[in-house]
């Protein structure tokens, strides 16, 4: 299910925009979980304390203090994955904002052929960048977590948290299924731990360092542990 923002600081523009794409998605018989924020200060503070929950933004290009293109360029710091589309009423902005990689540029208001191509290339993108994301579910929403920023995962009874650079992510599952998914670049150091082998900067005796966090390699994980890690350290 895809999850959409639209980032306009006028309401009616927000709601026309939002009633082309749900009537768009009904359509297409597609489910989709639809955000709205006013501001682009609202929009960039939001995904900061949420990384990874949005997958789409439609952006205003004129709006307030902080305008369409300066609050990509700030998304765009923060995350390469998030998929960008621009809005606006003049036609000779649309070439504004190539700099930050956006997916498309729409001319207000926009036409259904024009919403249902975004997301055709939305769903694309997404496909193609399946091998370098880790997804996961918790409640309504699916996280897409670039795997180079995954420092490990811990596992809790049914819980298996998710530790990236940046943030955690908790949901419902078992060590052993997260590490058939994300394949030999994680190395189960523990019962509780998988580590991304890149990720570990030092092992010393029975422990391994991920910056300033110090995991146990546990006696049953060690021998396979050490020859993993060693061929990744040598392949790298």
């Known amino acids: 299910m895809l999850s959409i923002a639209i980032c306009d600081d006028n309401q009616a523009a927000r709601l026309s925009l939002r009633s082309a794409l749900e009537r768009l998605l009904e359509t297409r018989r597609e489910q989709a979980r639809m955000l709205e924020f006013s501001s682009g200060e609202g929009l960039w503070s939001w995904l900061a304390r949420h990384q990874g929950e949005v997958d789409l933004v439609f952006l205003d290009m004129e709006m ?111 060590l052993d299924q997260v590490a058939r998914e994300v394949g030999p670049d994680f190395v189960r150091i523990h019962q509780r731990y998988l580590v991304r082998a890149g990720a570990v900067e030092r092992v010393s005796g029975s422990e391994v360092m991920l910056g300033d966090v110090t995991l146990p390699i546990s006696r049953s994980c060690q021998k396979e542990a050490m020859l993993a890690l060693t061929r990744a350290a040598l392949e790298g």
Do not use: M, W
Request: with cysteine; proline share 3%; glycine share 8%.
């Open 64 to 174: 307030g203090q902080l305008d369409g293109i300066e609050t990509a360029r700030r998304l765009r710091r923060d995350s390469a994955e998030i998929q960008l589309v621009f809005v606006t009423g003049f036609s000779h902005r649309v070439f504004d904002g190539y700099a930050v990689g956006a997916l498309g540029y729409l001319l207000k208001p926009p036409k259904e052929a024009q919403l249902e191509d975004i997301l055709d290339r939305c769903t694309a993108a997404l496909r193609r960048e399946t091998g370098a994301v880790f997804l996961c579910r918790s409640g309504e929403i699916t996280y897409r977590i670039p795997r180079n920023r995954i420092l490990y995962f811990a596992s809790d009874r049914r819980q298996v948290t998710c530790v990236t650079t940046q943030r955690s992510y908790t949901f419902y599952g078992k």
